[in-house]
C-alpha cells in the first residue's frame, strides 16, 4: 500500500483507495509497528510539525489516500520487444533443427560370441575420435546424423 496525495491521484488510484477510516486503521497500525508505507516521507516533509497525530490528521480530512496494491497491477505495461514480430514469427514457425539418428551396434567376442559388456572402445565417426564404454550388454550406442559415411570403432584391452 501507499499514500498519495490527493491531488495527485488517478481515477484508477481513486477506485482502489482506502476509504479513511480504514486509511486510518491501517497506518496508525503501521506506524505503532514501525513499518514503511510507501509515500509517508512525502507526507511527513509536507507538515509544520512531524509527528504521527499530524500524520493521521491529514488522511482523516482526506488530504492523503491509502491506496491498495491492487491499483498499481493495471499500471504494469508490457515491453514493446515482447511482441517483436521477428520473434514471434520464430516462436511460430521454428527452424529446422539438425536431427541425429542412434546408430546401435553390439560388440561380441570373435572367439566367444559373448557380448562384450562394460568394454572400452574408441569409435572414430567422420574422422572424429571419441572415447566410449558398451553397456551392460554390449551394445554402443552412437548418435550421428544421417549424412555420416565413414564409421570405425577399436576395442580397447581384448
Known sequence: ?????????????????C???????????????????????????????????????QIERGEW????????????????????????????????????SPKVFRLVDSVTGEPLAQCHYIATVEGDPASRRTDGEGIAHLFMSAEVQHISMKVIGV
Open 1 to 17: 500500500m501507499r499514500l498519495v496525495n490527493v491531488i495527485h491521484l488517478s481515477e484508477w488510484e481513486r477506485q482502489h483507495a
Open 19 to 57: 476509504s479513511s477510516e480504514q486509511a486510518l486503521e491501517l497506518v496508525r497500525q503501521a506506524l505503532l509497528d514501525r513499518q514503511p508505507i510507501d509515500g509517508l516521507n512525502e507526507l511527513r516533509m509536507g507538515l509544520l510539525i512531524d509527528i504521527d497525530s499530524e500524520v493521521l490528521d
Open 65 to 100: 489516500r491509502l491506496v491498495r496494491p491492487e491499483a498499481d497491477y493495471a499500471d504494469w505495461t508490457m515491453p514493446d520487444r515482447t511482441f517483436d514480430p521477428r520473434v514471434m514469427e520464430l516462436m511460430h514457425n521454428p527452424p529446422v533443427q539438425p536431427t541425429r
